[in-house]
C-alpha cells in the first residue's frame, strides 16, 4: 500500500485496528417521537467514522463534549455494537460477540475510561485491582514475590511511589488525580496491542499530565502499541499525537498531521476550537476575550500565520476575534446541535461564520488540503477529494462546481489555506 | 459589592487521627470576596477537594476538621434574603462560623446559601431519574410555592445555559456524554441562585469551547445576581483568563495568592512559577516541556520546613529547617510562603 496524498506521517506503519464508515444510533424515548416528526427518533451519535490505528502511533481524537468521541471508544472496545459499518483486528473482519476470537480481541485492544471516579470499585483496594487485572491477563507472575514486583513496577509506571503508600489504601483514600493513575496502571496490566485512552488525563494536574503523556509515548515506541488518545485538551495533541482528528456533532470533519492541524486548522469549527483554547497571552497583552473585536477580524492574521514568524499578540488578538466573530455572527453562539434531529447538510453550518447556501443542505465530504490535511467543508471544494480510510468514494459525491466555488480564492493546497483563514472573501459572512 | 462573603482563617483538615493521620490541609488563611470569582489551583493532592469540603461541611469520614473557622456573612438583600431565614438568628455584621452550624442550619445552608459541584460529580445524577426531574427536584424541595410548569420552564432554561439543547431533558445519565453529565450538575447549583457557588474541575470534561460558554455565564450571573465563585482546578491557565484572584496550594497551604494577573507576570513562588511553565502551548514553536522535577510531597512524611524544599531550584538556607508564613509581598494585596520573599528572615521560628 502506498501512502496516500492526504494521509499523515506515519502512513507507512502497519495499521492494527481499522474501523469502516462506523455509526451508532442510540434509541430514545417514545415520547420525543413528536419532536422527531413522527418517526422512531435516535440520538446519531456517531455517523459514517473511518479512521486507522497505527502500530506505534498515537492518533488523537478532539472535539466538543457530547460530540461521540467516547462513543467511538466504546465502539471500537466492542463494549457496544455498531448500528452500521465494520471493525478490523489485523486486517480481519471481527464479528462475533463471545469466543475466543473475541477473547483476544479484548486482551489485544485495552480501554482506559473518561472517569476515574465510576471505574474503579470502592469497596477494593489498589492491590486488588491491579492484581486482579495482572491475573486475568497472566501477568501476575509464579509467586507472591513476582507478583509484588509486578505491582511496584505498575504503580511506579504512573509514578505513585512508594508503592507501599498506595497498594493497600482505597479509592476514595486517594485524590481525584490518584485515582486516575491507579485506573492507567490497571490498563496497563493488560500489555495491549492497542490502546484506547478516553480523556486519560483531563483529571490529572499539568506536572503529573506531562509525565502520563511520555509514559505514554515511551510506551508507544518501545511496544509499538497503537494509542487512541481522546481528548478535549487540543494543546496536548499537538505534543503527544502524530496525527489529530477533529470531531463535531457525531462526524469527524478534519484530520491530520497534529502539528498542521493545530497550527493551520482548515475547518471553521477546528478554527473556533483552537482560538478558544486558554491563552494567557491574551491576558498578558491586554486582549481581552470579552472586549470589542477589532473592526477587522481577520486583518491581524496574515501577518501572524501566513508570516511565519510567531507574533504572539497578533495571533492573540486574532483569536479574541475569531472566537468574538463566532459568537456575534452566529443565531445561537455556543449551542451544540441537537444529535435527534440534527442538521441537514453540514452539522456545523448553524453555529459556522462561513457558512454558504448549500452548506445548509449538501454533506461536505472530505477535501484534501496539503498533502497531510484533510476537512469536511465546502469551502475546499475545488481540492481533490481526500480518500477516505476505507478507500470507497465518498458517498454524496462531489459537488465540485457551484456559485460559491468560484467565489474562492486561487485553488489548490496554499489557495484553500488562505481561503480558510483569510475568509471573507467571496461568500460573506452571514 | 466588595468586602468578604466567607472568611476561612486558621483551618485545619486531618483524614484519620493521632500518628497515622494525613494532614490534608493546613493553617489556610483564605478571603473570597463578594462577587469575586477565586480560582484555586494546586497539583494532584495539594488539598483542594478538601478545603472545598471542609467549607461545605461536607467531608467524608476519616476527614475531621481539627481546627479554624470559616465565617459566612450574606449580604442584605442577597440571596440570603431571598431564601428564608433560616440563617438569620446570629448573622449580625460578624456573619456565622459555618463549622459551628447544627443539622438544621446546615440543611438550610447549603443549595440555598453555597452550593457545591464535586469533583467527579458527574456521577453523583441519580441514574434511575431523568434530568428534568433531577433539576425539578431540588426547585420542589426549596420552591414548594413554584408551579409545575414553571418548574419545567426554570430547567429547561438552566440546562440552555450549559449549552445542552432542551431536547434532552428526557435523557437520563447514562444517555449523555461525561461533559454533559457534569454540565447537568452545574446547573444543579446554580438552580437556586446561591450566594457562593463552589466548582470542584467542573469543567475537566470539556472542551474549551463549552469550557469558554460556561465561564462566561458563570461570569454574566456574577453581575446580574452578584454570587461568589470559588473555582477549582489544576488548569490554571483557565484561571489565568477567568478568576479575578488566585490562590495557589502545595502540601495542603496556600502557597501564594495574588491578582491572577500578577500571578501571570510575576508569579512570586518558585512553585507557581513552574506550574506556569508546564503547560503545553498551542501556539509558537514547540518547546520542550519540563514540567516541575520531582513528585508531590507524601503527605505522611512531609519535608521539613518550606514543603517545597526538595524540588525548589531556588531553596535557600532555611528552607529545609523554617516552614515560610504566608506573608503580604508587595502591592495589590498578594501574599506569598516563600523565604526568598520573607523579609524578617533572621526571625527566629
Ligand atoms: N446509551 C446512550 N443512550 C442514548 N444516548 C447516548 C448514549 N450514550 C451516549 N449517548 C449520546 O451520544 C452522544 C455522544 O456521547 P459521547 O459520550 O460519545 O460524547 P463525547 O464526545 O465523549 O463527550 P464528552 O467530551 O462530554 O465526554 C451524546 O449526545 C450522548 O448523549
Ligand atoms: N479519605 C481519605 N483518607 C485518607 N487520605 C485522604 C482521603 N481523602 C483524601 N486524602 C488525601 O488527602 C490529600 C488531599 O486530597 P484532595 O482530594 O483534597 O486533593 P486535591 O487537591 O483535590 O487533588 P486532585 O487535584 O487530584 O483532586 C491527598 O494526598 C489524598 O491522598
Ligand atoms: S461546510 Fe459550510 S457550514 Fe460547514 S464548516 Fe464548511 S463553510 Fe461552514
Ligand atoms: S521557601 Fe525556599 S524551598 Fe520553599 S519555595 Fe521558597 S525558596 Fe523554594
Ligand atoms: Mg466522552
Ligand atoms: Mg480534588
Known amino acids: ?430 | 459589592m466588595n468586602g468578604p462573603v466567607l472568611e476561612i482563617s486558621g483551618l485545619n483538615v486531618d483524614y484519620g487521627l493521632g500518628d497515622a493521620a494525613v494532614r490534608a490541609v493546613r493553617d489556610i488563611d483564605l478571603t473570597l470576596n463578594r462577587g469575586e470569582i477565586l480560582g484555586l489551583a494546586g497539583e494532584s493532592g495539594s488539598g483542594k477537594s478538601t478545603l472545598a469540603y471542609a467549607i461545605t461541611r461536607l467531608l467524608p469520614p476519616p476527614g475531621v476538621i481539627t481546627g479554624g473557622h470559616v465565617r459566612y456573612r450574606p449580604a442584605e438583600g442577597g440571596p440570603a434574603d431571598r431564601n428564608g431565614d433560616a440563617l438569620k438568628a446570629g448573622t449580625g455584621g460578624a456573619g456565622v462560623d459555618i463549622l459551628e452550624l447544627g443539622p438544621e442550619q446546615l440543611r438550610a445552608f447549603r443549595w440555598q446559601e453555597i452550593s457545591l459541584v464535586f469533583q467527579g460529580a458527574m456521577n453523583s445524577l441519580n441514574p434511575v431519574h431523568s434530568v428534568r426531574s433531577q433539576l425539578t427536584d431540588v426547585l420542589v424541595a426549596h420552591r414548594p410555592e413554584m408551579s409545575r410548569a414553571a418548574r419545567n420552564e426554570r430547567a429547561a432554561e438552566l440546562l440552555s445555559l450549559v449549552g445542552i439543547p432542551a431536547d434532552r431533558l428526557g435523557s437520563y445519565p447514562h444517555q449523555l456524554s461525561g461533559g454533559m453529565r457534569q454540565r447537568v450538575m452545574i446547573a444543579m447549583a446554580l438552580a437556586l441562585e446561591p450566594e457562593i457557588v463552589l466548582l470542584d474541575e467542573p469543567t475537566t470534561a470539556l472542551d474549551v469551547v463549552m469550557q469558554r460558554q460556561i465561564l462566561r455565564q458563570l461570569v454574566r450571573l456574577r453581575e446580574e445576581l452578584g454570587f461568589s465563585v470559588v473555582f477549582i482546578t489544576h488548569d490554571i491557565s483557565l484561571l489565568l483568563e477567568f478568576s479575578d484572584r488566585i490562590a495557589i496550594m502545595y502540601g495542603g497551604r496556600i502557597v501564594e495568592q495574588a491578582a491572577a494577573k500578577d500571578i501571570y507576570r510575576d508569579a512570586r513562588h518558585p512553585y507557581s512559577h513552574g506550574l506556569l511553565h508546564s503547560f503545553p502551548a498551542l501556539h509558537g514553536p514547540r518547546r520542550e516541556l519540563t514540567g516541575i522535577p520531582g513528585s508531590p510531597p507524601d503527605l505522611k512524611g512531609m519535608p521539613t520546613g518550606c514543603a517545597f524544599h526538595p524540588r525548589c531550584p531556588k531553596a535557600i538556607a532555611p528552607c529545609s529547617e523554617r516552614v515560610p508564613a504566608l506573608a503580604p509581598a508587595g502591592p495589590g494585596n498578594r501574599t506569598v510562603a516563600c523565604w526568598l520573599h520573607t523579609e524578617h528572615r533572621s526571625g527566629d521560628s
Open chain 1, 1 to 430: 500500500m502506498s501512502p496516500s496524498a492526504a494521509d499523515p506521517p506515519a502512513a507507512g506503519a502497519e495499521v492494527v485496528l481499522e474501523a469502516r464508515a462506523i455509526t451508532k444510533h442510540f434509541r430514545v424515548r417514545r415520547s420525543l417521537r413528536v419532536l422527531a416528526g413522527g418517526q422512531r427518533p435516535v440520538v446519531h451519535a456517531v455517523d459514517d467514522v473511518s479512521l486507522r490505528l497505527r502500530r506505534g502511533t498515537v492518533t488523537a481524537i478532539v472535539g466538543e463534549s457530547g460530540s461521540g468521541k467516547s462513543t467511538i471508544a466504546r465502539l471500537l472496545a466492542q463494549l457496544y455494537p455498531t448500528t452500521s459499518g465494520e471493525l478490523l483486528l489485523d486486517g480481519k473482519t471481527t464479528r462475533a460477540k463471545g469466543g475466543r476470537a473475541f477473547r483476544a480481541y479484548c486482551r489485544n485492544v485495552q480501554m482506559i475510561f473518561q472517569d476515574p471516579f465510576g471505574s474503579l470499585n470502592p469497596v477494593h483496594t489498589v492491590r486488588y485491582h491491579l492484581t486482579r487485572a495482572l491475573r486475568i491477563h497472566g501477568r501476575g507472575g509464579r509467586n507472591q514475590e513476582e507478583l509484588e514486583q509486578a505491582l511496584t513496577e505498575l504503580l511506579g509506571r504512573v509514578h505513585l511511589t512508594p508503592a507501599g503508600r498506595y497498594l493497600d489504601v482505597f479509592p476514595h483514600e486517594l485524590s481525584g488525580g490518584q485515582r486516575q493513575r491507579v485506573a492507567i496502571a490497571r490498563a496497563m496490566a493488560a500489555d495491549p496491542r492497542v490502546l484506547l485512552a478516553d480523556e486519560p488525563v483531563s483529571m490529572l494536574d499539568v506536572s503529573i499530565r506531562l509525565g502520563i503523556l511520555n509514559l505514554l509515548r515511551d510506551l508507544k515506541e518501545r511496544l509499538q502499541l497503537a494509542i487512541l488518545y481522546i481528548t478535549h485538551d487540543i494543546a496536548s495533541a499537538r505534543y503527544f499525537a502524530d496525527e489529530t482528528m477533529v470531531m463535531y456533532a457525531g462526524r469527524l470533519v478534519e484530520g491530520g498531521a497534529s502539528e498542521t492541524v493545530t497550527q493551520r486548522p482548515a475547518h471553521p469549527y477546528t478554527q473556533l476550537l483552537i482560538a478558544s483554547a486558554p491563552d494567557p497571552d491574551r491576558i498578558a497583552e491586554g486582549v481581552a476575550v470579552t472586549a470589542a473585536p477589532p473592526a477587522d477580524p481577520d486583518a491581524a492574521l496574515p501577518a501572524a500565520l501566513t508570516g511565519g514568524v510567531g507574533d504572539a499578540h497578533a495571533v492573540a488578538e486574532h483569536e479574541a476575534a475569531v472566537v468574538a466573530e463566532a459568537e456575534a455572527d452566529s443565531a445561537s453562539p455556543g449551542e451544540p446541535p441537537s444529535l435527534i434531529d440534527p442538521p441537514p447538510g453540514c452539522r456545523f453550518h448553524p453555529r459556522c461564520p462561513k457558512a454558504m447556501e448549500r452548506c445548509r443542505s449538501e454533506l461536505p465530504p472530505r477535501f484534501a488540503i496539503g498533502d497531510d490535511q484533510w476537512a469536511a467543508c465546502w469551502l475546499y471544494d475545488g481540492n481533490p477529494l481526500a480518500p477516505e480510510p476505507d478507500a470507497e468514494p465518498a458517498r454524496t459525491g462531489p459537488a465540485r462546481t457551484g456559485p460559491e466555488a468560484d467565489a474562492e480564492p486561487a485553488a489548490g493546497t496554499t489557495g484553500a489555506r488562505a481561503a480558510s483563514t483569510t475568509s471573507t472573501g467571496g461568500e460573506g459572512t452571514a
